[in-house]
């Protein structure tokens, strides 16, 4: 399934989609597309309120290092009863998340796909700003390696800032969080919300690089990651249908839903008509 005609150069794949209010609007003027925005976020965040079931939010899906005020670099969230799952924290994750209106309390979970800029830069200033906004200490990140060294480097880094602040707001200052790293394919996590496995996917040169299954109890949700066609994606799905209750009704390979946001940036980067080299 890997070659060109096939291949698909997308961060996300979506299948078991939920009824997805999305923050992310694409192809219009750029006034229209802030007041779009604005309005999706708004209602995202009432049909948020009260929400009953899983719900999944398109935090960002713009792509590549291009920084763009009308669609956030790759995040999503994941709601269920009350707690909060983030899956990749490209720029503009706390903001938008912030906007959907979920308390910074209820994020138990982050998990990051792979180590490109646009999946994972806004990884520490989340944790800095959630800290401040009502986070708790016991959030808990999961992606590929080096994702506890980068996690130690970050609040290295940040130690002094953390520490003006804890002394500003009477806050005992934000410890390094717990850090699983997730080499390969296989289960990541359970609580008593979700259960998570993983996938790897080909993404070179990032190796390695990787797709998430969340099982909720209502239905499931499944990302891809940037990645070529795939037939572990399909895989992953055909595990859903044969493990048990929730694989009943989720949707077949043909269901996945795909954009083309990372080959367009590779196409315009390389002057058109060729793709980068992670994208081929
Ligand atoms: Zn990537």
New binding site residues.
Partial sequence: MQNATHFVCR?TLLTGIVAAPTLAIAAAPTAARAENIDAAAARAKAELKDAKGTKLVLLGTGSGPIPSLPRRMASNLMVHNGAAYVLDCGIGVTNEYARTGIPFSALRSIFIT?H?P??NIEYGPLLIIGWVSGMRQSVRAYGPPPLAQMTEDYFRSAKATIGFWAEDFHMSPLRTIEVYEIPNSGPVMQDDTVNVTSILVQ?PP?KP?LGYRFDFPDRSIAFSG?TVALEAIAQMDQRGQRSGPRGDGFPRYGDIRTTTD?CCWSRRRNGGGRYGS?AR
């Fill in positions: 961060r792979h490109h646009d999946h993404h990032v690089a940037d990372c992670h």
